[in-house]
């Protein structure tokens, strides 16, 4: 009898530890795609903040040019 509430208690131990091996995965998935989404996301504020960087270099060598516009520092 001992032999088989053993056998009975580990079955359910193993169902259990199965659980949360599946529980492991499934947040490893979804922080996999939050980092996916966050580099997206880091990617494209990098490209606009070149983008208007260079836009704001265009636009003050512009302003230079013209000698009625005094540029300030």
Do not use: C, W
């Amino acid at each position: 009898m001992e032999k088989d509430h053993l056998e009975m208690l580990l079955e359910d131990i193993r169902g259990k530890f199965e659980l949360v091996l599946e529980g492991h995965d499934a947040l490893r998935t979804e922080l996999q795609e939050f980092r996916r989404e966050s580099n997206e996301k880091h990617d494209q504020t990098t490209f606009l903040l070149k983008k208007i960087a260079g836009d704001l270099v265009a636009h003050r060598a512009d302003t230079e040019a013209h000698p009625a516009y005094k540029v300030r520092e």
